[in-house]
């Protein structure tokens, strides 16, 4: 399917591909990893053709086609069910083909072609696709330009997914979805069947929904069969090998040089030192890897902890410019709690998080706050705050007025920059970096509670590790958002539930809540319950739906009478044609075929008969 051979790419100096070359068979889900910053993108712009190597070549199985999701969010007032429909450019043409052909030779093949993509069912597979990404079917009909780019990039991986070309890349595909989003994604690309190559750092999506490795690093690609966890292992036992075998080789090379270092000089013994140089010439060379650490991540821990509960609410309310997210809140939580907040973004995740950290008073009922609490919030829209022009040093020198620069220095360095890093623009650092410095930032006094709501993004996989280590090392609470969902199972002890407009402990564990998300096209809800999943817009958003279904419902009816229309006419111009006296006489198999394609037809007209009478008697309901 893709083929890469002896590629080779460089930006100025940096070389980040030499020689690579690699072959990714049909039907395989790769997931393509390295650390951050070895070209996993670029290799992503090189097979697209966007740019091009110095030396090698990428090609394609002969009429492949690629898709992706785009790289800005679509905008518009195109619905989302419009805009998905429209990724399938050949349905979209063939559907304005059978509208305006004459020949009737030519609408039988259309209308075949039609059948054999399963046209008719396109609609329904779109908002599938859009329903598991979080938009239900009142969401599905309204139009692009009312959603935040974060929800209008979903709608392009939507787009993307529909499509489904013989080769689907995908960048980070998590990073604008919920926990319910990756769950419902992972399931999706498990039983794709094309040929996907995913660059995530989301060890679930890369375990669950991939059987190969393909692993950047320095400049090489090498392909893995079998999931993460498989690749993980075997290469571990590898570098192992290669370790103990470069250490065999090592010990050799000495031996030879002391004979030829001790004899060379020795008339007697000056063939055995010239074989010997030989030898040490045709020594294998042996590369071993040492992976560069990943700096540690520092969450000092509160000196002393604070009498429980650190926070405890009865029947509170919270929400923004009089109108209620959420209410009934009776919670508490003490000062080792380790909560994971469960729920579909819209849902309000973010305002329980504000509430508790103080940011946002509640609107009615009681909140409790332990006297001196202190408490950490990360939020990665944090780092639009951050002084571009400033660098981490003069970002902690802010928070220690007076202090002497080499204290300040070293706790920079506690943040992950140390040296000459302390002193890099923030508008030159990676998003990793920037959440490096976010993390010291929000922990810098050591708080009680610490909040974090998405907290890996940009983050790699030993970033993350890391990242639960110091989660794990600290002493005080922490509430966590997030879509990893091995950070909330290596992390979390207890998870609460957003929905229904109120947040309650959900009974079971993540493989529960996996079980309720997949279940359904709704999302679980407190109560066990499920309740439909709409994602924030702008005033349509917060419309009531039950106009809104009804418009969705109407329109869908009369799309289906106009399908319904549409094959009833193209059957009466294959019955006219047929019925042209000796038409066929020279080419009996012309009408054999356009006969074979009026069943087709036929076929497709029952079944848009019965969806128009279900969506009737929906609407009549």
């Given at each position: 399917m893709l083929s890469i051979d002896g590629l080779t790419y460089r930006i100025g100096p940096r070389l980040l591909l030499e020689d690579a070359t690699v072959f990714v068979p049909a039907g395989a889900r790769v997931g393509l990893v390295g650390r951050n910053g070895v070209g996993k993108s670029t290799l992503f712009r090189l097979i697209r053709g966007e740019i091009v190597g110095e030396s090698g070549e990428v090609s394609f199985a002969r009429g492949a086609r690629l898709g992706g999701v785009e790289q800005e969010a679509p905008g518009g007032p195109t619905t989302l069910i419009d805009f998905t429909l429209a990724a399938d450019r050949e349905r979209a043409a063939l559907l304005e083909e059978a509208e305006t052909a004459r020949d009737p030779a030519r609408i039988a093949e259309v209308h075949a072609r039609l059948l054999d993509i399963d046209a008719h069912s396109a609609p329904a597979r779109a908002a599938r696709i859009l329903a598991g990404l979080g938009f239900d079917e009142a969401a599905q009909?309204?139009?692009?330009?009312?959603?935040?780019?974060?929800?209008?990039?979903r709608v392009a991986l939507a787009a993307?997914?529909?499509?489904?070309?013989?080769?689907?890349?995908?960048?980070?595909?998590?990073?604008?979805?919920?926990?319910?989003?990756?769950?419902?994604?992972?399931?999706?690309?498990?039983?794709?069947?094309?040929?996907?190559?995913?660059?995530?750092?989301?060890?679930?999506?890369?375990?669950?929904?991939?059987?190969?490795?393909?692993?950047?690093?320095?400049?090489?690609?090498t392909f893995w069969s079998g999931n993460y966890s498989d690749f993980e292992e075997r290469r571990r036992q590898k570098l192992a090998l290669d370790a103990k075998r470069a250490k065999e080789v090592e010990a050799k090379r000495k031996h030879l040089q002391a004979f030829v270092d001790r004899f060379r000089a020795k008339a007697s013994k000056a063939a055995q030192a010239q074989s010997r140089i030989k030898m040490l010439a045709k020594l294998e060379q042996v590369a071993t890897v040492a992976d560069n650490d990943v700096a540690p991540f520092d969450?000092?821990?509160?000196?002393?902890?604070?009498?429980?509960?650190?926070?405890?609410?009865?029947?509170?309310?919270?929400?923004?410019?009089?109108?209620?997210?959420?209410?009934?809140?009776?919670?508490?939580?003490?000062?080792?709690?380790?909560?994971?907040?469960?729920?579909?973004?819209?849902?309000?995740?973010?305002?329980?998080?504000?509430?508790?950290?103080?940011?946002?008073?509640?609107?009615?009922?009681r909140m409790v706050r332990a006297p001196k609490l202190r408490v950490g919030f990360f939020a990665q829209h944090q780092a639009d705050d951050l002084d571009s022009d400033g660098t981490p040093l003069t970002h902690v020198a802010r928070l220690m007025p007076g202090a002497p620069t080499a204290k300040v220095r070293a706790k920079v360095a506690q943040f992950g920059f140390p040296g000459e890093r302390a002193q890099t623009r923030v508008?030159?650092?990676?998003?990793?970096?920037?959440?490096?410095?976010?993390?010291?930032?929000?922990?810098?006094?050591?708080?009680?509670?610490?909040?974090?709501d998405e907290p890996t993004n940009h983050l790699d996989m030993d970033s993350r590790d890391a990242l639960a280590d110091a989660i794990n090392a600290y002493e005080g609470a922490v509430v966590l958002i997030a879509h990893d969902r091995r950070l909330l199972?290596?992390?979390?002890?207890r998870l609460w539930l957003v929905a229904d407009g109120t947040v309650k402990p959900f009974d079971?564990?993540?493989?529960?809540?996996?079980?309720?998300?997949?279940?359904?096209?709704?999302?679980?809800?407190?109560?066990?319950g499920r309740r439909r999943k709409t994602p924030p817009a702008a005033a349509a958003a917060n419309a009531d739906e039950t106009p809104a279904r009804s418009?969705?419902?109407?329109?869908?009816?009369?799309?289906?009478?106009?399908?319904?229309?549409?094959?009833?006419?193209?059957?009466?111009?294959?019955?006219?044609?047929?019925?042209?006296?000796?038409?066929f006489a020279r080419d009996p198999r012309k009408a054999a075929e356009l006969a074979r394609n009026r069943e087709e037809l036929e076929r497709a007209l029952r079944g848009a008969e019965e969806a128009w009478l279900d969506l009737s008697a929906k609407a009549d309901a």
């Open positions: 009909a309204r139009p692009l330009s009312s959603y935040s780019g974060g929800w209008r990039m993307a997914l529909f499509a489904a070309p013989d080769l689907l890349l995908l960048d980070e595909p998590t990073n604008y979805l919920d926990l319910e989003g990756a769950l419902w994604l992972v399931e999706h690309l498990a039983s794709y069947r094309a040929t996907v190559v995913v660059i995530s750092h989301d060890r679930d999506v890369l375990d669950a929904a991939c059987d190969s490795i393909l692993h950047l690093d320095r400049g090489k690609l969450f000092p821990s509160p000196e002393r902890p604070l009498s429980p509960p650190i926070i405890s609410l009865d029947g509170a309310s919270a929400g923004y410019d009089g109108r209620t997210v959420l209410s009934g809140l009776s919670l508490s939580l003490a000062e080792d709690d380790r909560v994971a907040l469960l729920g579909a973004n819209g849902n309000g995740k973010s305002t329980f998080a504000k509430l508790i950290a103080g940011r946002l008073a509640p609107q009615a009922g508008a030159e650092l990676s998003g990793g970096e920037k959440a490096r410095l976010l993390f010291g930032l929000a922990t810098y006094d050591a708080p009680h509670l610490l909040i974090l199972e290596s992390c979390a002890d079971g564990d993540m493989d529960d809540y996996r079980r309720l998300v997949l279940s359904g096209d709704a999302a679980p809800s407190a109560r066990g418009v969705a419902l109407r329109k869908a009816i009369a799309e289906a009478e106009g399908r319904m229309a549409r094959l009833n006419g193209l059957i009466g111009r294959v019955d006219a044609a047929l019925a042209v006296p000796g038409a």
